[in-house]
């Protein structure tokens, strides 16, 4: 039988190892940029073309390459990083492997432009799928151009899967955080199809961190330091009352390099302990430097893991600082009880007279009062739901006992079925409020308890979803016009979704850069700041709930839950009873849009059992 293995021909090869390594636009601006700042630039300029689907270019003002070294850049194992199998233990730049640019020259068209600061006229390389087409001398700037085009042209496969531009772009975003949180010395500018969408100066740690995830994050960070004979941590981290449900402001690097590590996390929320609310991760920014040799470099190229000597001892220190940060500012847990507000623990003596427990009924609410602050406009409210599921909502709940039926029932104890009590039932329907959160009224069945934003919840967002798929604009407050700023996938995500945020009375405008205008929004807003519901709405719609949910349900449900009223709002009888209408007129009045029980009721029998 004749041989038949074959070595595979480079530009095959290459394609091969593509794959591994640049997985979509994102990859191959976390590698050129690295390599930008191996080679010393200070300011590097980023442009993107949909998404970095036609085009991805980074031009920087570092060090350049020779002729020869362009040349030899594109070969596979070329690197001027690593000269020996030692030098692997002391490495100190981000390549090393001498894959990047060969792969990337697999996969797509290359126009190379390079000058070393010494000479005077620079070098263009052209290649195309690995096949270089053209090298000549060029004038051009000190430093390296690279512009990679059509990314994936000559593997469909892979082109195929990448996702929208949005998706994407937001991929692209992640890796340049990443990549300038660790660089604050170098000046960065992205562009997206011409337009701005980060300029970030040369500056200290701190300030970056504000110019990335905007001015508001300022006040929250909490400063950590702790140097061992192990290794070194700096960094911030966020006050547990700005920690959010999404994901997004969590970095850690180990010398310089980003890294994902579910067990350093864990070492982290561990340290803030029961402080934080639940569900929610604290934002952080912590810098280890270790020496090179204690950490293993044989990791996958493109893994943004790690693994060191001694991973416990690590763990011990990241969880001692981040509560000494604390500590220091006065909310790490342990010290609650040293603070004059903390929790006050009576001690009983004999004499102690022992007061029930009591429930606190507003009692200041007036029936009479048409002012409504849940929901500005009623009107607007009940406008799309189901009247007639309204008018019966009692009947869903073995009927209301209103003032005149007790009165029915007290009479059927005289044996007088026959007395009727006629009363404006509008004004005898008695609501009880406990704790600002729990609306209370008498059902036949027993007492009914309904939580108040939940329920609030439910009513906005069949409104809201109402209101999407008719494309009926819900009725809109007009605002002296507001600017905010946001980080850029936040402000990338809103520009997606502006329409439908329109359709329900959120009027958004781009405002260049990553900010936005806002000139209105919906009247059911409760008297919050925009900012307030755009954060919230946000925090809601990024924590990525489900994936499968359709977009406009998505928009309704966070919307809904960053309108509704909190679970502390105090609330007068009329606001109840209009609260109560509008969520029977609900087509599932039971649950929030969450999941979560909104209604429940303790029945007579189990009352009763109490007073056996
Ligand atoms: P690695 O970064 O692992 O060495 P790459 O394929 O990314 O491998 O790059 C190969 C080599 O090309 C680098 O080692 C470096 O010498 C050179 N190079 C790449 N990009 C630049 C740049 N922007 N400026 C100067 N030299 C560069
Ligand atoms: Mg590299």
Same mark, same amino acid.
């Not at 998706?167 to 604050?184: D, K, W, Y």
């Not at 110019?211 to 911030?236: A, C, D, P, Y």
């Given at each position: 039988?004749?041989?038949?293995?074959?070595?595979?021909?480079?530009?095959?090869? =290459?394609?091969?190892?593509?794959?591994?390594?640049?997985?979509?636009?994102?990859?191959?601006?976390?590698?050129?940029?690295?390599?930008?700042? /191996?080679?010393?630039?200070?300011?590097?300029?980023?442009?993107?073309?949909?998404?970095?689907?036609?085009?991805?270019?980074?031009?920087?003002?570092?060090?350049?390459?020779?002729?020869?070294?362009?040349?030899?850049?594109?070969?596979?194992?070329?690197?001027? @990083?690593? @000269?020996?199998?030692?030098?692997?233990?002391?490495?100190?730049?981000?390549?090393?492997?001498?894959?990047?640019?060969?792969?990337?020259?697999?996969?797509?068209?290359?126009?190379?432009?390079?000058?070393?600061?010494?000479?005077?006229?620079?070098?263009?390389?052209?290649?195309?799928?690995?096949? %270089?087409?053209?090298?000549?001398?060029?004038?051009?700037?000190?430093?390296?151009?690279?512009?990679?085009?059509?990314?994936?042209?000559?593997?469909?496969?892979?082109?195929?899967?990448?996702?929208?531009?949005?998706?994407?772009?937001?991929?692209?975003?992640?890796?340049?955080?990443?990549?300038?949180?660790? =660089?604050?010395?170098?000046?960065?500018?992205?562009?997206?199809?011409?337009?701005?969408?980060?300029?970030?100066? @040369?500056?200290?740690?701190?300030?970056?961190?504000?110019?990335?995830?905007?001015?508001?994050?300022?006040?929250?960070?909490?400063?950590?330091?702790?140097?061992?004979?192990?290794?070194?941590?700096?960094?911030?981290?966020?006050?547990?009352?700005?920690?959010?449900?999404?994901?997004?402001?969590?970095?850690?690097?180990?010398?310089?390099?980003?890294?994902?590590?579910?067990?350093?996390?864990?070492?982290?929320?561990?340290?803030?302990?029961?402080?934080?609310?639940?569900?929610?991760?604290?934002?952080?920014?912590?810098?280890?430097?270790?020496?090179?040799?204690?950490?293993?470099?044989?990791?996958?190229?493109?893994?943004?893991? %790690?693994?060191?000597?001694?991973?416990?001892?690590?763990?011990?220190?990241?969880?001692?600082? !981040?509560?000494?940060?604390?500590?220091?500012?006065?909310?790490?847990?342990?010290?609650?009880?040293?603070?004059?507000?903390?929790?006050?623990?009576?001690?009983?003596?004999?004499?102690?007279?022992?007061?029930?427990?009591?429930?606190?009924?507003?009692?200041?609410?007036? #029936?009479?009062?048409?002012?409504?602050?849940?929901?500005?406009? #009623?009107?607007?409210?009940?406008?799309?739901?189901?009247?007639?599921?309204?008018?019966?909502?009692?009947?869903?709940?073995?009927?209301?006992?209103?003032? =005149?039926?007790?009165?029915?029932?007290?009479?059927?104890?005289?044996?007088?079925?026959?007395?009727?009590?006629?009363?404006?039932?509008?004004?005898?329907?008695?609501?009880?409020?406990?704790?600002?959160?729990?609306?209370?009224?008498?059902?036949?069945?027993?007492?009914?308890?309904?939580?108040?934003?939940?329920?609030?919840?439910?009513?906005?967002?069949?409104?809201?979803?109402?209101?999407?798929? !008719?494309?009926?604009?819900?009725?809109?407050?007009?605002?002296?016009?507001?600017?905010?700023?946001?980080?850029?996938?936040?402000?990338?995500?809103?520009?997606?979704?502006?329409?439908?945020?329109?359709?329900?009375?959120? /009027?958004?405008?781009?405002?260049?850069? =990553?900010?936005?205008?806002?000139?209105?929004?919906?009247? /059911?807003?409760?008297?919050?700041?925009?900012?307030?519901?755009?954060?919230?709405?946000?925090?809601?719609?990024?924590?990525?709930? /489900?994936?499968?949910?359709?977009?406009?349900? @998505?928009?309704?449900?966070?919307?809904?839950?960053?309108?509704?009223?909190?679970?502390?709002?105090?609330?007068?009888?009329?606001?109840?009873?209009?609260?109560?209408?509008?969520?029977?007129?609900?087509?599932?009045?039971?649950?929030? #849009?969450?999941?979560?029980?909104?209604?429940?009721?303790?029945?007579?029998?189990?009352?009763?059992?109490?007073?056996?």
């Amino acid at each position: 039988m004749s041989d038949i293995i074959q070595l595979l021909p480079d530009s095959v090869a =290459n394609q091969i190892a593509a794959g591994e390594v640049i997985q979509r636009p994102a990859s191959v601006v976390k590698e050129l940029v690295e390599n930008a700042i /191996d080679a010393k630039a200070d300011s590097i300029t980023i442009n993107i073309k949909d998404a970095g689907k036609t085009l991805i270019q980074i031009i920087d003002n570092g060090i350049g390459m020779s002729d020869t070294d362009a040349r030899l850049s594109f070969e596979r194992h070329a690197t001027s @990083k690593i @000269k020996t199998a030692d030098d692997l233990f002391s490495i100190s730049t981000m390549g090393f492997r001498g894959e990047a640019l060969a792969s990337i020259a697999a996969i797509a068209h290359i126009e190379l432009k390079t000058k070393q600061e010494n000479n005077e006229i620079g070098t263009q390389i052209i290649i195309e799928g690995s096949k %270089v087409n053209s090298q000549e001398a060029t004038s051009c700037a000190k430093g390296t151009n690279f512009a990679v085009k059509n990314l994936f042209y000559n593997v469909p496969a892979r082109r195929k899967f990448l996702k929208s531009n949005t998706t994407e772009f937001g991929h692209i975003i992640s890796e340049f955080q990443r990549i300038v949180l660790a =660089n604050p010395e170098v000046e960065f500018k992205l562009f997206h199809n011409n337009s701005e969408v980060y300029l970030l100066p @040369k500056t200290n740690i701190r300030q970056r961190i504000v110019s990335v995830f905007g001015k508001r994050i300022n006040q929250n960070l909490i400063t950590v330091e702790s140097n061992t004979s192990i290794i070194s941590i700096r960094g911030f981290i966020g006050k547990p009352e700005y920690a959010r449900k999404k994901s997004g402001e969590q970095f850690f690097f180990i010398n310089s390099r980003y890294i994902r590590s579910a067990y350093f996390n864990k070492a982290i929320i561990n340290a803030y302990g029961q402080i934080l609310q639940p569900e929610t991760v604290p934002s952080y920014f912590l810098f280890l430097d270790a020496d090179p040799s204690t950490i293993d470099v044989n990791i996958h190229p493109t893994k943004t893991e %790690v693994k060191f000597e001694d991973q416990q001892a690590i763990w011990q220190i990241i969880h001692s600082a !981040v509560k000494q940060a604390l500590g220091k500012n006065n909310i790490a847990p342990s010290i609650d009880f040293n603070q004059e507000q903390g929790f006050d623990i009576p001690i009983l003596s004999k004499e102690t007279e022992i007061k029930n427990p009591r429930i606190d009924i507003d009692h200041s609410f007036n #029936p009479f009062e048409q002012k409504s602050t849940f929901s500005k406009n #009623p009107k607007s409210s009940a406008l799309s739901l189901e009247k007639e599921n309204l008018a019966n909502w009692d009947k869903l709940y073995d009927g209301f006992e209103k003032e =005149n039926q007790q009165s029915d029932d007290f009479s059927s104890f005289s044996n007088d079925n026959t007395q009727q009590t006629i009363t404006d039932t509008s004004i005898s329907e008695k609501y009880f409020h406990v704790k600002n959160k729990y609306i209370l009224t008498p059902v036949k069945s027993g007492l009914m308890i309904i939580d108040q934003k939940r329920a609030h919840e439910r009513i906005l967002f069949e409104k809201f979803l109402q209101a999407l798929s !008719v494309e009926s604009s819900v009725i809109q407050a007009s605002l002296y016009p507001k600017t905010i700023e946001l980080d850029a996938k936040d402000h990338a995500l809103l520009m997606d979704i502006k329409n439908d945020l329109k359709i329900l009375g959120f /009027d958004i405008e781009d405002f260049g850069g =990553n900010s936005i205008v806002i000139n209105g929004m919906p009247a /059911d807003s409760n008297n919050q700041e925009p900012e307030q519901i755009i954060d919230k709405f946000l925090n809601e719609y990024s924590s990525g709930a /489900d994936p499968k949910t359709q977009v406009q349900e @998505k928009i309704a449900k966070s919307l809904a839950k960053a309108s509704a009223i909190s679970s502390n709002q105090k609330l007068n009888n009329e606001e109840m009873r209009e609260m109560i209408d509008l969520l029977f007129a609900c087509q599932n009045p039971n649950y929030s #849009p969450f999941g979560k029980l909104i209604v429940s009721i303790i029945k007579t029998d189990e009352l009763e059992k109490r007073f056996i």
